[in-house]
């Protein structure tokens, strides 16, 4: 690999692509589509708030007037939500090149999603995995069509809590943070597993953003971590545009593989530009991967049309 540091310039003309970027209204998400939008793909930004998506849709267009961006309301947090998304986008599209699996929410209290699931695990793991088989069609119909899920240096203290999934008998709101973003690289892995094993064309790689400035964690509705983030972050992080870059390299390079992990070059991957990381030992556990497919697909009612893996 090439010793010049990877940045927004090297995304390569994103003309007649469609990208769905989810949480697009803030954060990595408004920097990821700000991006693509720049290098001339068709971006439709996901957003629960359909004020805020337009807010963000003005944002970027400032930047670049003639920007090709649609936003569409989704809360990921709601199974229902998903699927009514999937079907509309299913009937509008003929095919999708690349779904960018980034919106998350980060150490709420403890609460369940309208189908009974912790939330954060619903928003940030269970409404990716069933958005990504419900455009899988889509996906397989598209150009050099890749899914990037978006995970976490938090991924390296999770595991999953099978025994506890929703936190009735012990919750902590970061330990169950960690716990989704460990399911969302056990996912992107697996994914990418089973799409080679069944001759898809589509590529499942993973980012992470490292230590970033975004509003996720000032934002949170825990106090403590509100308290830090806002105290902390300034000094430790690197901008939101620069934490988008890992996954803008997964999305776009011509040169990315399915299966690799994107994060910052620096110390510890906190901060620096994009290249292939790795995931904890316990992320590529074949035993792991399939419990939390199987258990995915009794969750969300959605299974993967592929090939027997």
């Given at each position: 690999?090439?010793?010049?540091?990877?940045?927004?310039?090297?995304?390569?003309?994103q003309?007649?692509?469609?990208?769905?970027?989810?949480?697009?209204?803030?954060?990595?998400?408004?920097?990821?589509?700000?991006?693509?939008?720049?290098?001339?793909?068709?971006?439709?930004?996901?957003?629960?708030?359909?004020?805020?998506?337009?807010?963000?849709?003005?944002?970027?267009?400032?930047?670049?007037?003639?920007?090709?961006?649609?936003?569409?309301?989704?809360?990921?947090?709601?199974?229902?939500?998903?699927?009514?998304?999937?079907?509309?986008?299913?009937?509008?599209?003929?095919?999708?090149?690349?779904?960018?699996?980034?919106?998350?929410?980060?150490?709420?209290?403890?609460?369940?999603?309208?189908?009974?699931?912790?939330?954060?695990?619903?928003?940030?793991?269970?409404?990716?995995?069933?958005?990504?088989?419900?455009?899988?069609?889509?996906?397989?119909?598209?150009?050099?069509?890749?899914?990037v899920?978006?995970?976490?240096l938090?991924?390296r203290?999770?595991?999953?809590?099978?025994?506890?999934?929703?936190?009735?008998?012990?919750?902590?709101?970061v330990?169950?943070?960690?716990?989704?973003?460990?399911?969302?690289?056990?996912?992107?892995?697996?994914?990418?597993?089973?799409?080679?094993?069944?001759?898809?064309?589509?590529?499942?790689?993973?980012?992470?953003?490292?230590?970033?400035?975004?509003?996720?964690?000032?934002?949170?509705t825990?106090?403590?971590?509100?308290?830090?983030?806002?105290?902390?972050?300034?000094?430790?992080?690197?901008?939101?545009?620069?934490?988008?870059?890992?996954?803008?390299?997964?999305?776009?390079?011509?040169?990315?593989?399915?299966?690799?992990?994107?994060?910052?070059?620096?110390?510890?991957?906190?901060?620096?530009?994009?290249?292939?990381?790795?995931?904890?030992?316990?992320?590529?556990?074949?035993?792991?991967?399939?419990?939390?497919?199987?258990?995915?697909?009794?969750?969300?009612?959605?299974?993967?049309?592929?090939a027997?893996?």
């Open positions: 690999m090439s010793s010049r540091q990877w940045t927004v310039a090297d995304i390569p003309d003309t007649g692509r469609t990208v769905v970027v989810t949480g697009a209204n803030s954060g990595l998400g408004i920097e990821t589509a700000r991006a693509l939008a720049g290098r001339g793909a068709r971006v439709i930004m996901t957003s629960r708030s359909e004020e805020k998506g337009r807010k963000a849709v003005e944002d970027i267009r400032a930047d670049h007037p003639r920007a090709n961006l649609e936003v569409r309301t989704l809360d990921l947090e709601d199974l229902d939500s998903v699927a009514a998304f999937a079907d509309r986008l299913t009937a509008d599209l003929g095919r999708l090149d690349v779904l960018v699996n980034n919106a998350g929410v980060m150490a709420p209290p403890r609460s369940l999603s309208p189908q009974g699931h912790e939330r954060q695990f619903a928003t940030n793991h269970l409404g990716h995995f069933a958005l990504t088989g419900r455009l899988l069609g889509l996906l397989e119909a598209g150009r050099d069509p890749r899914v899920t978006v995970s976490s938090a991924h203290h999770g595991k999953i809590h099978f025994d506890d999934l929703t936190g009735a008998q012990r919750y902590s709101a330990g169950y943070y960690s716990q989704s973003k460990f399911a969302n690289a056990v996912f992107g892995l697996e994914l990418d597993r089973r799409l080679r094993a069944a001759g898809s064309p589509v590529r499942s790689l993973i980012a992470h953003p490292g230590f970033s400035a975004t509003r996720l964690m000032a934002n949170g825990n106090l403590p971590i509100r308290v830090v983030g806002s105290l902390v972050m300034p000094f430790v992080t690197q901008s939101q545009a620069d934490g988008a870059l890992p996954q803008l390299r997964a999305a776009t390079d011509p040169k990315a593989q399915g299966g690799e992990y994107y994060g910052p070059k620096g110390k510890n991957e906190r901060k620096g530009p994009p290249v292939v990381v790795d995931t904890i030992p316990e992320a590529k556990d074949q035993g792991t991967a399939n419990r939390l497919w199987t258990l995915s697909e009794e969750l969300t009612g959605v299974k993967f049309q592929l027997a893996a």
